[in-house]
Every structure is written in C-alpha cells, then in structure tokens.
T-cell receptor, first 115, second 111 residues
C-alpha cells in the first residue's frame, strides 16, 4: 500500500464519546500534519510533527489530542467534542517539515459528524 | 486582510474555454507557491508548483508575480473533468514554517 491512508473514512460520534482518527503514510516522509476543513473555509493547520516530535500546535482546543508514535503513524484522539467540530479532518505528510518543494501528500480524510 | 485570498467563484465555463484564476498573498517573504485541486468531498491533490519564471504543464500554466504578490493559474481547452475547486497555497517562515491555504476557487465546466 502506498500514499497516505486515513481511517475511518466517516465517523459519527456523540459529544460524550471518545474516538481516535488514524493516519498512516508509506512514503518515507519525516513530517506529518493534521488539518481541519470546515465548509467554505480554508484548510486550518492543527498540528505538525517532524520526526515524531510536535513542532506546531495552532491553538487547538485540548479536546483534540495528537499522538505520533513513529514517523509513519499519526493519531488524533477526540473527546467531548462539540457540534461545531464537525468537519473533514485531513492528514498530510511531506519529506521534511522545513522543505516542502514538492508540496504535501494528503490522505482521503475522515468526515466527522458530532451529534 | 486574509493571508491568502481567492475569488470563490464559481467560474462557469463551456468546454474548450480558457479560464484564469488569481490568488493574492499578504506576506512578501513568502517562499514557495502551489496550486492544488480538490474534487468534491475528496482530499486536495497537488496540481503544480509555481516558479518565478512561470511554468507550464500541458493545458495548465502557472505564473508568479512577486512584486504584486499574486499567482495565477491558466487552464486552456477546459475539459469537463477540470471541474473542481482550485486551492492556492503559499509557504513562509515566521515562528515556524507555515503552509497557508486559500479558500479555493470553484470551477464548473459545462458541456
């Protein structure tokens, strides 16, 4: 399997649930990212990991908790979310955090609905 | 002023038409520039990088104007399959390295 794989593709959760989003990349990249895409808004960068170390946290609420156990895997743990957190959550990777000459490779995303 | 600004469209054009999108960015220290394409309910995919000298890839031509801080994308001989949202992406460094996306321009190519 190649590229960036995200699971699940769709997720519906209640506000009291705890769930996790998973991202896996098979490209040998060193940097991984979580983005949020809400309707009619630009992609918002949430977290950046470079060589398994978090290098960016863009004022994301603590109900979102990232985890990067190794350079190929990235998780986003969710708990006590709000309906306004419903969005498409995209994982991406790049060769290196500080050099993105070839841009990012995105996963297919997880479409999250909070009820 | 938004960091990266695009006309949301939609641009509604017939097959075979030539269409152009512009994107303006606020940071004069921006380093790299890209156009991404995003189909409905799918992930963004890199269409092309944008170089200072301008570059072409088949029917697609990208230009960069650093003085005026805008980039453009020209699509010639539009196909139905070109219908998508086109995202302008700009990178720069402040406290850390940033990749900033525009909201996208929607293109509809009709038969």
């Amino acid at each position: 399997e190649t590229g960036v794989t995200q699971t699940p593709r769709h997720l519906v959760m209640g506000m009291t649930n705890k769930k996790s989003l998973k991202c896996e990349q098979h490209l040998g990249h060193n940097a991984m990212y979580w983005y949020k895409q809400s309707a009619k808004k630009p992609l918002e960068l949430m977290f950046v990991y470079s060589l398994e170390e978090r290098v960016e946290n863009n004022s994301v609420p603590s109900r979102f908790s990232p985890e990067c156990p190794n350079s190929s895997h990235l998780f986003l743990h969710l708990h006590t979310l709000q309906p306004e957190d419903s969005a498409l959550y995209l994982c991406a990777s790049s060769q290196d955090h500080s050099q993105v000459t070839y841009g990012y490779t995105f996963g297919s995303g997880t479409r999250l609905t909070v009820v | 002023r938004k960091e990266v600004e695009q006309d949301p469209g939609p641009f509604n054009v017939p097959e075979g038409a030539t269409v152009a999108f512009n994107c303006t960015y606020s940071n004069s220290a921006s380093q790299s520039f890209f156009w991404y394409r995003q189909d409905c309910r799918k992930e963004p995919k890199l269409l092309m990088s944008v170089y200072s000298s301008g570059n072409e890839d088949g029917r697609f031509t990208a230009q960069l104007n650093r003085a005026s801080q805008y980039i453009s994308l020209l699509i010639r001989d539009s196909k139905l399959s070109d219908s998508a949202t086109y995202l302008c992406v700009v990178t720069w460094m402040d406290s850390s390295y940033k990749l900033i996306f525009g909201s996208g321009t929607r293109l509809l190519v009709r038969p």
